[in-house]
């Protein structure tokens, strides 16, 4: 049996729920600068929709936020945003 798909975007039901996972140094502008761009491609974000979680020694921190995705265009943005932020190490 052969399923051919032409892109990527025919993989996902949009919209959707989706996570978004950020890790970086523990500081204090991490958080609020994630959600603000987050922010900046969906809604405000609900306090209720945000993971937060030391590392085991402290010195690091994983965010998620679970967003309600609309696009492909619209998800790769926000990864693009994160990844060009110099407080966050990596994106899931």
């Known amino acids: 049996m052969t399923t051919n798909i032409t892109s990527t ?14 890790f ?12 603000t761009i987050v922010e900046q491609h969906t809604d405000k974000i609900h306090p209720d929709s ?8 402290g010195g690091y921190v994983s965010i998620t936020l679970k ?11 926000i990864n693009q945003d994160l990844q060009d932020c ?3 190490a990596y994106v899931l």
């Open 86 to 88: 110099k407080l966050v």
């Open 67 to 77: 967003i309600i995705a609309t696009s492909r265009v619209q998800l790769d943005c």
């Open 50 to 57: 945000i993971t937060i979680k030391q590392s085991s020694k």
């Open 24 to 35: 970086g140094k523990t500081c204090d502008e991490l958080h609020t600068t994630v959600c």
């Open 9 to 22: 975007d025919e993989l996902w039901n949009f919209p959707c729920d989706y996570s978004v996972k950020v």
